[in-house]
């Protein structure tokens, strides 16, 4: 399946495509050979351990950490790895409606517990791309035992790496908003953390703070991914720079998404950006944050120019 991926050691950027360039080609240019299309699909080369346990937190809600699991995990999917989401978000839970499987969800991590089912009948697999599971951990409604944290957690994602139908590759984690029991339940099976950030100072703020609960628990390999950004308020200096963000967070960049108005829409429809044809900026933005989690890459960040100020009429003499 072709699509635009780039390695991180070519130069190619998606960020610097003009709206025309995500048309389809005019006729003059089949006569390209397939050779100069192909060599930029290649599958992404899987680093580390597997399976690779991450967790994907904020500390402040509404930032687009469930938007950043559905994305990334179907983008990992696509490329070929098996991955389980979990969705910690115990009160709160809307990993499913992301992914359009609300009506799928008949068993979920109580019930296992309680020995009301298996745990494969608790794993809800997509349609869409057999090798993606989503496994939440309680109903809307329901209570939870005041037995469940951390541990049983950890439980779960053990049960997962010895199934008989083998180990995913990647178990994600979708971390609940804030640092209290939820946010201490999710990370603690991790190894990997993805931080979700937007360019405000609470978001950054409380970013901060998570950062240094994560070390505090053992999780070293935290990489950040900033979301909402939008260049044309950058430049107006409305709206901090990811570079200024990446200096004051000191963490590596996964990626950077743009704002994009498609995002609205997707998530209605239970339907991720990554799978949009045409593929939206957005969506390109996710599937690039994939393909460097998988190869535990980075990207750089840019200084974005200001906008040149507005000359008026008596600046020709110095004013």
């Not at 240019?29 to 050779?35: D, R």
């Not at 109903?139 to 010895?162: E, H, I, M, Q, Y």
Request: charged residues 25%; glycine residues 8%; neutral net charge.
């Amino acid at each position: 399946m072709l699509s635009l991926l780039h390695t991180p050691s070519t130069p190619l950027n998606r960020f610097s495509f003009s709206p025309k360039t995500l048309k389809s080609p005019k006729p003059q240019f089949l006569k390209t050979p397939v050779q100069s299309v192909l060599q930029w699909n290649r599958k992404p080369q899987l680093a580390g351990e597997t399976p690779r346990v991450v967790v994907i937190t904020s500390g402040k809600g509404g930032v687009g950490k469930t938007t950043t699991t559905a994305n990334v995990g179907l983008s990992l999917a696509r490329f070929g790895f098996s991955v389980v989401a979990i969705d910690a978000d115990v009160g709160l839970r809307n990993l499913d409606l992301l992914l359009g499987l609300e009506n799928r969800v008949n068993y979920t991590v109580v019930e296992v517990l309680n020995g009301d089912c298996r745990l494969d009948q608790a794993l809800v697999r997509d349609k869409r791309w057999s090798n993606f599971e989503l496994l939440c951990i309680s109903k809307p409604r329901s209570k939870l035992p005041l037995g469940f944290g951390g541990k049983a957690l950890v439980w779960v994602v053990d049960a997962l790496k010895t199934r008989e139908e083998g180990s995913p590759d990647f178990i994600l984690i979708d971390c609940p908003a804030g640092i209290d029991a939820g946010f201490i339940t999710a990370i603690t099976p991790a190894n990997e953390a993805v931080l979700v950030t937007t360019p405000d100072i609470t978001s950054l703020r409380d970013a901060d703070r998570v950062i240094g609960l994560l070390e505090c628990d053992g999780i070293r390999d935290i990489k950040m991914m900033v979301n909402r950004v939008r260049t044309d308020m950058i430049r107006g200096e409305d709206m901090m720079s990811v570079l200024d963000i990446q200096e004051m967070l000191g963490l590596a960049l996964l990626g950077v998404i743009p704002e994009d108005t498609e995002v609205i829409r997707s998530t209605n429809r239970g339907f991720p950006l990554v799978l949009n044809q045409p593929p939206t900026l957005a969506g390109l933005a996710f599937e690039q944050a994939a393909w460097r989690l998988v190869e535990q890459d980075s990207m750089k960040a840019v200084m974005v120019e200001e906008e040149p100020k507005k000359r008026g009429f008596f600046s020709f003499f110095g004013g």
